[in-house]
């Protein structure tokens, strides 16, 4: 009987401590990047958006997030005369872990992390000449990336968090002639809202 007590008493703290962690949540983001090497250099920062579902550990100070990004960059530029448009945009699997450290008697939460994606990379030409326009579509193959990640939460509440987020990432493409055989960086800047189950 007493073990059974026992062992009633350590289920119930362990509940109450997942469930004071808020262990699992979903968020999403909205913000500028930007995707460019040597070959190709985007004109100006794009919008990206990101979906996430994301668990925190209840001991340990960290944080595991898993989804999907899409951004896109342009590039303008001219051919024999002709101006033309190379947007080059990434749809984005990821996954990332994060430590966190919360800032005692606020509602901030500073934290790091790194990632790993697998990432589609398609490349769209557009030319304009006159009345006609042509387009032409390149579609690559998944590619390995790497990021790191900086960022900081604020907590207004316990059902939700708003976050703004700085990243830094390689996307490895050296079988790609397109891309001179580099890496394509993938950097910008985004702000979000996360939404806590329990």
Known sequence: MKKLLLFLIIISMTFTVVVNAKMLAVGGS?????????????????????????????????????????????????????????????LSYFASADFRYHIIMT???????????????????KAVSGSATVTSDTTYKAE?????????????????AVFIEGNYGQIFTNDLSDFGNKNIADFGGKAGIIIYFF
Do not use: C, W
Not at 53 to 63: E, N, Y
Not at 107 to 125: D, E, H, M, Q
Not at 144 to 160: D, Q, R
């Open 144 to 160: 390995i990336g790497v990021n790191g990640h900086i960022g900081l939460s604020i907590e207004p509440a316990k059902t939700f």
């Open 107 to 125: 509602p901030l939460t500073p934290y790091v992390g790194i990632g790993a994606s697998f990432n589609s990379l398609k490349r769209t030409l």
């Open 30 to 90: 909205f913000g500028m990047g930007n995707l460019s090497n040597d070959q190709f250099s985007s004109d100006r920062g794009n919008f990206k958006y990101a979906g996430f579902v994301m668990v925190k550990t209840p001991i340990l100070p960290l944080q595991i997030k898993a989804g999907v990004e899409y951004n896109n960059s342009n590039q303008e530029d001219t051919i024999i005369g002709i101006p033309y448009n190379s947007i080059l945009s990434n």
